[in-house]
């Protein structure tokens, strides 16, 4: 079975300033991950994903996110917070072939001018 | 190319009665995933259909089920709605790559439910 733990459920950063939200998986087999955004009333926003290739994953809009196997993480970063990116983050991890997603309980990000 | 589109937007019931949801996935998409976020929540496994079959499905009793059509859209019908049944229903498509993996699910805007 898999799981995805988001360590924070709220992040409060000022714009120009790094992001970092954390998120662990478990995972019975070699997962696939991805992270999500929400912004409100809008539909979910594929950032980026991992699956199995380059273990530093870049996105769109500046995010990028490093699988570390040994840590279980899948943390997503982003050199310089802008005013847009305020939004609901949510790390997904699917086992592979046929396997639905699971998604953690998400993180709301919020950039203070 | 529209994306995966959803009707209705929102929709609003009483305790008891029955609902239908439909989903239209993106061009190419074979395959359509049902979730269920509710406030605060993320986003919640209900079901996957794929060549008109349910292929997968979540913790969900049985009052939730689903259809795929020949032209690979879907429905989600829910029978005698629960106040806890309020939540935004999103549809999700996908498509096999050729390594067998379902590389990514583009979600739709979801549906609003709210039962009183």
């Known amino acids: 079975a898999q799981s995805v733990t988001q360590l924070d459920s709220h992040v409060s950063v000022s714009e120009g300033t790094p992001v970092l939200l954390r998120c662990n998986y478990s995972?019975?087999?070699?997962?696939?991950l991805f992270w999500y955004v929400q912004h409100p009333n809008k539909g979910l926003q594929l950032l980026l994903k991992?699956?199995?290739?380059?273990?530093l994953v870049k996105g769109i809009n500046g995010f990028e996110a490093e699988f570390k196997k040994s840590e279980t993480s899948f943390h997503l970063t982003k050199p310089s917070a802008h005013m847009s990116d305020a939004a609901e983050y949510f790390c997904?991890?699917?086992?592979?072939?046929?396997?639905?997603?699971?998604f953690g309980p998400g993180t709301r990000l919020s950039v203070l001018p | 190319d529209a994306g995966v589109t959803q009707s209705p937007t929102h929709l609003i019931k009483t305790r008891g009665q029955q609902v239908t949801l439909r989903c239209s996935p993106k061009?190419?998409?074979?395959?359509v995933s049902w979730y269920q976020q509710a406030l605060g929540q993320g986003p919640q496994f209900i079901f996957q259909?794929?060549?008109?079959?349910?292929?997968q499905r979540g913790n969900f009793p049985d009052r939730f089920s689903g259809h795929q059509f020949p032209n690979y859209s879907s429905e989600l019908n829910v029978n005698a709605l629960l106040l806890g049944d309020s939540a935004l229903y999103l549809c999700?498509?996908?498509?096999?790559?050729?390594?067998?993996?379902?590389?990514?699910?583009?979600f739709g805007p979801g549906t609003r439910l709210t039962v009183l």
């Open positions: 999700a498509s996908s498509m096999l790559t050729l390594a067998g993996d379902y590389n990514e699910q583009f």
């Open positions: 995972s019975s087999y070699s997962p696939s």
């Open positions: 991992y699956t199995s290739a380059a273990t």
């Open positions: 997904v991890v699917s086992a592979g072939y046929g396997q639905n997603f699971v």
């Open positions: 061009s190419g998409h074979d395959t």
């Open positions: 259909y794929y060549e008109e079959e349910e292929r």
